[in-house]
């Protein structure tokens, strides 16, 4: 038999050489274009459960005939209300493609839920969506925890593990802060109802700081009464803030989403709603030490300024004034008799210069030079003239060193000048 051109050509067109790449890619187009593979729920048994350090969920779905893997990026693992355990049966949510680097289909599950508890996931949803419109998670709305609790507010079971684990926690933290127990069913039928009556009492008579509001781990079914629409309402109400510490890390609750803050387990709800000793202890060592430095330098300040006051004082006391006046009386005292010296010797050269001026005129130093006084012996009148004596009158002759008498014995003689040169 003879082929045609046309006929070869479509022969080789549809046994062409894939490469591995190609054929993968072609097969995840290809589920990936089936709507009714791309919103799939699916049941089976959890197997090789892995989380790794990235947060993503790594498990296979499991039935008596065939097996399926499953990846739950972190983010979608997060939403989660519980995670699974390893043998648990599930029912996953998601879509089905290939992952291309180890060629094989898988779910890339996006929702889970215990088999069997559809129901109960589903009334969960719808609440939280109802609530959640109606603003009651609004993070806004969220108050902030008292930093130094005095008042402590448990509502739990007075028979449950947890109460021992918070007082516990307390015990070790923070003993200084008063625990009211609040006792109500955790569990059951009755719980919601004593919930909100606990929460209620608390709020009306003890008047606490912080509640918590707290309960061991369980299933969907146990943890219940903690999606109750009155609980939630009843923490939204409540004038203390509420902290919920219900089930395990994964399990989520609408009660977690209505309280103050939500803790992953009991134990931490009591970390988080008290401060450590220890580091109070710390910060009061500290605070201790940055007082006495305080105070260290308040009192070396108080000490200058009380050194200042004192030397204000010193000057202005009446003892620094009378000091002052006492050494301005010794100057005063030294200029005076500076100022009495300097007259005194002025004194002393002025009457030197007139005792000198009046020993230039006192006859006696003529008279030292050779020069006499004649006086007439009988009336003591001064010889001026010749013209004053005749002889035989006696006269009295002063000389420099004493007097002695003499007698006129010659006529006048004028005394001849001899011609001015």
């Given at each position: 038999?003879?082929?045609?051109?046309?006929?070869?050509?479509?022969?080789?067109?549809?046994?062409?050489?894939?490469?591995?790449?190609?054929?993968?890619?072609?097969?995840?187009e290809?589920?990936?274009?089936?709507?009714?593979?791309?919103?799939?729920?699916?049941?089976?048994?959890?197997?090789?459960?892995?989380?790794p350090?990235?947060?993503?969920?790594?498990?296979?779905?499991?039935?008596?005939?065939?097996?399926?893997?499953?990846?739950?990026?972190?983010?979608?693992?997060?939403?989660?209300?519980?995670?699974?355990?390893?043998?648990?049966?599930?029912?996953?949510?998601?879509?089905?493609s290939?992952?291309?680097?180890?060629?094989?289909?898988?779910?890339?599950?996006?929702?889970?839920?215990?088999?069997?508890?559809?129901?109960?996931?589903?009334?969960?949803?719808?609440?939280?969506?109802?609530?959640?419109?109606?603003?009651?998670?609004?993070p806004?709305?969220?108050?902030?925890?008292?930093?130094?609790?005095?008042?402590?507010?448990?509502?739990?079971?007075?028979?449950?593990?947890?109460?021992?684990?918070?007082?516990?926690?307390?015990?070790?933290?923070?003993?200084?802060?008063?625990?009211?127990?609040?006792?109500?069913?955790v569990?059951?039928a009755?719980?919601?109802?004593?919930?909100?009556?606990?929460?209620?009492?608390?709020?009306?008579?003890a008047?606490?700081?912080?509640?918590?509001?707290?309960?061991?781990?369980?299933?969907?079914?146990?943890?219940?009464?903690?999606?109750?629409?009155?609980?939630?309402?009843?923490?939204?109400?409540?004038?203390?803030?509420?902290?919920?510490?219900?089930?395990?890390?994964?399990?989520?609750?609408?009660?977690?989403?209505?309280?103050?803050?939500?803790?992953?387990?009991?134990?931490?709800?009591?970390?988080?709603?008290?401060?450590?000793?220890?580091?109070?202890?710390?910060?009061?060592?500290?605070?201790?030490r940055?007082?006495?430095?305080?105070?260290?330098?308040?009192?070396?300040?108080?000490?200058?300024?009380?050194?200042?006051?004192?030397?204000?004082?010193?000057?202005?006391?009446?003892?620094?004034?009378?000091?002052?006046g006492?050494?301005?009386?010794?100057?005063?005292?030294?200029?005076?008799?500076?100022?009495?010296?300097?007259?005194?010797?002025?004194?002393?050269?002025?009457?030197?210069?007139?005792?000198?001026?009046?020993?230039?005129?006192?006859?006696l130093?003529?008279?030292?030079?050779?020069?006499?006084?004649?006086?007439?012996?009988?009336?003591?009148?001064?010889?001026?003239?010749?013209?004053?004596?005749?002889?035989?009158?006696?006269?009295?002759?002063?000389?420099?060193?004493?007097?002695?008498?003499?007698?006129?014995?010659?006529?006048?003689?004028?005394?001849?000048?001899?011609?001015?040169?």
């Amino acid at each position: 038999m003879l082929l045609g051109v046309s006929q070869i050509s479509l022969w080789a067109e549809e046994a062409r050489l894939w490469a591995v790449a190609d054929l993968t890619r072609y097969l995840r187009e290809l589920l990936e274009s089936d709507y009714r593979l791309q919103d799939v729920w699916v049941a089976g048994e959890v197997s090789n459960l892995s989380r790794p350090a990235s947060g993503h969920l790594y498990f296979t779905l499991k039935d008596s005939e065939a097996s399926l893997r499953c990846v739950m990026w972190r983010s979608d693992a997060a939403r989660q209300i519980q995670l699974p355990s390893e043998g648990e049966a599930v029912e996953a949510h998601g879509r089905i493609s290939v992952y291309e680097a180890g060629g094989q289909y898988q779910l890339y599950a996006d929702s889970l839920r215990p088999a069997g508890e559809g129901a109960l996931f589903q009334e969960f949803v719808r609440r939280k969506k109802r609530l959640e419109a109606e603003g009651l998670f609004d993070p806004r709305r969220k108050r902030p925890l008292p930093e130094w609790p005095e008042h402590i507010g448990l509502v739990t079971s007075p028979s449950g593990a947890a109460l021992r684990d918070v007082l516990n926690v307390l015990r070790r933290r923070y003993p200084l802060a008063e625990v009211i127990l609040a006792p109500t069913p955790v569990q059951g039928a009755e719980a919601p109802e004593g919930i909100v009556r606990a929460l209620k009492d608390l709020n009306r008579h003890a008047r606490p700081d912080v509640i918590l509001l707290v309960r061991g781990g369980g299933s969907l079914e146990d943890l219940w009464a903690f999606n109750d629409e009155a609980v939630a309402r009843a923490i939204v109400a409540s004038t203390a803030p509420v902290v919920t510490g219900v089930g395990h890390e994964t399990d989520f609750t609408i009660a977690d989403f209505a309280a103050d803050l939500r803790a992953p387990t009991p134990s931490a709800a009591a970390e988080l709603a008290t401060p450590d000793r220890a580091e109070l202890a710390g910060q009061i060592g500290s605070a201790g030490r940055m007082l006495a430095a305080s105070l260290h330098r308040q009192i070396e300040r108080c000490r200058w300024d009380l050194g200042d006051l004192r030397a204000g004082l010193r000057v202005l006391s009446p003892s620094a004034r009378l000091a002052g006046g006492r050494q301005r009386i010794d100057e005063l005292g030294r200029r005076s008799a500076a100022a009495v010296r300097n007259a005194q010797a002025l004194r002393r050269a002025r009457l030197a210069g007139l005792g000198q001026a009046l020993r230039a005129v006192d006859p006696l130093a003529v008279l030292g030079r050779g020069f006499a006084v004649v006086r007439s012996a009988a009336d003591q009148r001064l010889i001026r003239s010749i013209h004053a004596v005749k002889a035989g009158d006696v006269l009295e002759v002063r000389v420099s060193d004493g007097s002695f008498s003499a007698e006129a014995l010659a006529d006048r003689q004028k005394t001849v000048r001899g011609p001015r040169h």
